[in-house]
């Protein structure tokens, strides 16, 4: 008897990969690096995430430019240490790192989980609707 209640009530369960349930506006997914939207990089290069980030995962080389400001050379994020805490993204004070809504990023091999500042920013450009929106709508939490 009991069967047949269930029977006719919706599934409880989605079919994954096929079908995706809804995501968190404070989803914590793979990183990114934002650009402003004249294309220059936000980052100011002020070592922040890399000096919160529990696991030390982020490493950061900075110079500075003719105009006096600071600018990341190198920003490298090793994601098999990553614990996904989200201290890097609270401590930025422009919003440059940020962990989008992508959650399926599987790879091979150990390098490909090595991200560099190229990776880094194609991440930012390709999901930059998505966590602006998420910022939009976090900001109440801020």
Same mark, same amino acid.
């Given at each position: 008897?009991?069967?047949? /209640?269930?029977? @006719?009530?919706?599934?409880? *369960?989605?079919?994954? #990969? @096929?079908?995706?349930? #809804?995501?968190? =506006?404070? @989803?914590?997914?793979?990183?990114?690096?934002?650009?402003?939207?004249? +294309?220059?990089?936000?980052?100011?290069?002020?070592?922040?995430? &890399?000096?919160?980030?529990?696991?030390?995962?982020? *490493?950061?080389?900075?110079? &500075?430019? !003719?105009? +006096?400001?600071?600018?990341? *050379?190198?920003?490298?994020?090793?994601?098999? /240490?990553?614990?996904?805490? +989200?201290?890097?993204?609270?401590?930025? =004070?422009?919003?440059?790192?940020?962990?989008? #809504?992508?959650? !399926? @990023?599987?790879?091979?091999?150990?390098?490909?989980?090595?991200?560099? /500042? !190229? /990776?880094?920013?194609?991440? +930012?450009?390709?999901?930059?609707?998505?966590?602006? !929106?998420?910022?939009?709508?976090?900001?109440?939490?801020?």
């Amino acid at each position: 008897m009991l069967t047949l /209640k269930y029977f @006719f009530e919706p599934n409880v *369960t989605i079919n994954y #990969p @096929f079908e995706k349930g #809804p995501l968190s =506006p404070r @989803f914590r997914g793979e990183h990114a690096l934002r650009r402003y939207p004249t +294309g220059e990089e936000r980052c100011i290069a002020c070592k922040l995430c &890399e000096a919160i980030c529990p696991a030390q995962a982020i *490493t950061i080389e900075a110079e &500075e430019r !003719e105009d +006096g400001s600071r600018r990341t *050379t190198r920003y490298d994020i090793d994601m098999t /240490k990553c614990i996904y805490c +989200g201290f890097c993204q609270e401590a930025c =004070p422009v919003d440059a790192i940020v962990e989008g #809504p992508n959650f !399926e @990023f599987s790879t091979e091999t150990h390098e490909e989980l090595l991200y560099d /500042k !190229e /990776k880094l920013l194609e991440n +930012g450009d390709r999901w930059e609707s998505e966590i602006a !929106e998420n910022l939009r709508s976090e900001s109440l939490y801020r």
